[in-house]
């Protein structure tokens, strides 16, 4: 047996009057979706615990089949995995993002985009090199990522600051969102600092002249300290691989024992190399059992507020994986099941993470169904063949076993 699991993040919405009151789910053009929606069993699943955040790393640790009450620890030390730093005991790893902060007629600072215009990874790599050389100190080591996403390790740290994500308070005045509580001075001292550093920076300076956003600050946030998750093998008694542009779902797979799939082109926004992904999760799994494929595109245009790329996301997501994925299968290997879901909401309105609940369809090459009046959408929830997951973390272990 083979198993495909396909996230589109941020794929779930709400009706938008632009697109007549439907979702961008409902309106957009996905034939592949809507067949496997037809012939599997289809439902929703609680990713987000109550009292949780919902941010992609409670909700992909969810999906993965990790109870996050028992395993999440924060969401950096996942990135840190993913890029390869090994984190003691006493180390706090913060998610460090190149923001572009906008300043107002009353000088106070406005979070106008949390990605500084999706800043491309070696012009971030550039800058987050001169910053650990500006900012140097045995307290903490920075690290760079793939476009705005980077890291901060602070050796025998603090989790106690209350930080916000960027992407939360988009528009917003960022004063009143600045880390606060016990050992947040440390974390708005680094920050505070940035801001001289990158207003001299040649990157930001060739970025402005270009008329695209500059990386004004950094902002730290989603700490956490090194988790311990059991793999797959010693779970379920399979081997997995991965393949994401996010630093964050890697992370998540290495400690599952996934080998991460290095695809050329990804790049977590509309313009990631989505055949890629397509034909080597495909090629992945003639060597392990389980492929578990995240495109980031569809949350990145939510946060965006545009309905147009979102549409153009999720569309690309059909046309481009879940179709080639489909056929692959069928060409390659008699049995197979695949699970095809968003890992939360990303409405347009909201520019950010919710968390209700989310539309999943299972299908099984062994026993296909045949419900023609299904769509692979929203409106699951509302359907009497529709199952539910209180807990969304038994999800997985559903899909592969089938209980």
């Not at 800043?119 to 705005?148: N, Q, R």
């Not at 005045?173 to 207003?199: C, H, Q, T, W």
């Not at 919710?354 to 769509?375: C, G, H, M, Y």
């Amino acid at each position: 047996m083979k198993y495909v699991v396909i996230i589109g993040d941020g794929m779930a919405d709400r009706p938008i009057a632009e697109l007549g009151g439907l979702t961008p789910l409902q309106k957009a053009h996905t034939p592949n979706m809507d067949r496997l929606a037809q012939q599997g069993i289809i439902g929703i699943s609680h990713t987000i615990p109550q009292g949780f955040h919902p941010g992609s790393d409670v909700a992909n640790l969810s999906i993965m089949g990790y109870d996050p009450a028992r395993y999440y620890t924060g969401r950096a030390p996942l990135e840190a995995a993913s890029i390869g730093v090994a984190m003691n005991d006493t180390d706090v790893a913060y998610r460090c993002n190149l923001v572009t902060l906008r300043t107002e007629s009353d000088a106070s600072m406005t979070m106008e985009d949390y990605s500084s215009g999706h800043i491309t990874t070696e012009e971030a790599g550039a800058i987050i090199t001169t910053l650990a050389h500006e900012l140097k100190s045995d307290a903490f080591d920075l690290y760079p990522g793939v476009s705005y996403r980077h890291l901060l390790v602070w050796h025998n740290g603090s989790t106690s600051p209350v930080c916000i994500a960027p992407h939360d308070i988009l528009e917003k005045r960022v004063a009143e969102y600045l880390p606060s509580g016990k050992g947040s001075d440390f974390i708005r001292d680094l920050m505070n600092r940035s801001v001289a550093i990158l207003a001299q920076h040649s990157v930001n300076k060739k970025r402005i002249a270009e008329g695209k956003r500059p990386a004004t600050s950094i902002w730290l946030w989603g700490q956490g300290k090194r988790p311990a998750l059991p793999s797959y093998q010693e779970q379920y008694g399979i081997s997995g691989a991965l393949v994401s542009a996010v630093d964050l779902t890697k992370g998540l797979g290495i400690y599952a024992g996934f080998e991460i799939l290095k695809v050329p082109g990804v790049t977590g926004w509309i313009d990631t190399n989505y055949a890629g992904k397509a034909q080597y999760a495909l090629d992945a799994l003639e060597r392990v059992d389980y492929v578990y494929i995240h495109v980031e595109a569809p949350d990145e245009a939510g946060h965006s507020g545009n309905v147009q790329y979102k549409l153009q996301a999720i569309e690309d997501l059909d046309a481009k994986v879940v179709g080639p994925v489909l056929k692959g299968l069928k060409e390659r290997f008699s049995e197979y099941r695949v699970l095809l879901m968003p890992d939360h909401a990303t409405p347009i309105f909201a520019r950010t993470h919710t968390s209700e609940p989310v539309p999943f369809v299972i299908f099984d090459s062994r026993k296909p169904l045949n419900q023609a009046d299904r769509t692979y959408d929203e409106r699951i929830a509302d359907r009497e063949d529709s199952v539910v997951f209180e807990r969304g973390f038994t999800l997985m272990n559903f899909f592969i076993r089938g209980q």
